[in-house]
């Protein structure tokens, strides 16, 4: 059975650095794209970047280049979406998702990112 | 890269048919057949209802199809059921080998 579990919510403040997991199983993990959506409290899905863990080839959309990191540890089948400084507008869920194709066909169940001072 | 364009909201009785249309450009939906939509219900994450324009995942009701036309794809739900009632977000590869996805509609079953 294809899983995509993802880290706990977080809770942080203005400045700090984070990094939320994506572990996938059931499937092989460095044949398929993955990658993570923004949702912003009570608003839509904004496509964030995609990573291959077979050759951490990343894209990134223009809205968050430079924003974040993407990134990825094949060894452990697990996917990264990192921030080094975070923003009280950062505070949003955030999934990770399995691209087929062109379409994200397993999603994490989402890590509640919340920025607060 | 914006969004793209789709009808705040959609509503429809039960066991009517409704469609629900997302506009882009030639640099997005009209120059791909990748085209994908997702039904997400609150507190859930998104699930695949339809990818590369038409095709559904396995498990997926055939009361949902999907089109396109030009830069329009759009998403067609047959015999609306109250389950249905949900938002709706499509998404479409993008010339610069990323992917966006449209602002999302909300579907009331009336």
């Known amino acids: 059975e294809v899983q995509l579990v993802q880290s706990g919510a977080e809770v942080k403040k203005p400045g700090e650095s984070l990094k939320i997991s994506c572990k996938g199983s059931?499937?092989?993990?460095?044949?398929?794209?993955i990658g993570w959506v923004r949702q912003m409290p009570g608003k839509g899905l904004e496509w964030m970047g995609i990573?291959?863990?077979?050759?951490?080839?990343?894209r990134y959309s223009p809205s968050f280049q430079g924003q974040v990191t993407i990134s990825a540890d094949k060894s452990i089948s697990t996917a990264y979406l990192q921030w080094s400084s975070l923003k009280a507008s950062d505070t949003a869920m955030y999934y990770c998702?399995?691209?087929?194709?062109?379409?994200?066909?397993?999603w994490g169940q989402g890590t509640l990112v919340t920025v607060s001072s | 890269q914006s969004a793209l364009t789709q009808p705040a909201s959609v509503s429809g009785s039960p066991g009517q048919a409704i469609t629900i249309s997302c506009t882009g450009t030639s640099s997005d939906v009209g120059g791909y057949n990748y085209v994908s939509w997702y039904q997400q219900h609150p507190g859930k994450a998104p699930k695949l209802m339809i990818y590369d324009v038409s095709k559904r995942p396995s498990g997926v009701s055939n009361r949902f199809s999907g089109s396109k036309s030009g830069n329009t794809a759009s998403l067609t739900i047959s015999g609306l059921q109250a389950e249905d009632e949900a938002d709706y977000y499509c998404?479409?590869?993008?010339?610069?080998?990323?992917?966006?996805f449209g602002n999302g509609t909300k579907v009331t079953v009336l």
């Open positions: 990573i291959f863990p077979g050759d951490s080839d990343i």
């Open positions: 998404s479409s590869y993008t010339s610069s080998s990323t992917y966006v």
């Open positions: 998702a399995r691209l087929v194709g062109a379409g994200f066909d397993y």
């Open positions: 059931g499937y092989s993990f460095t044949s398929y794209w």
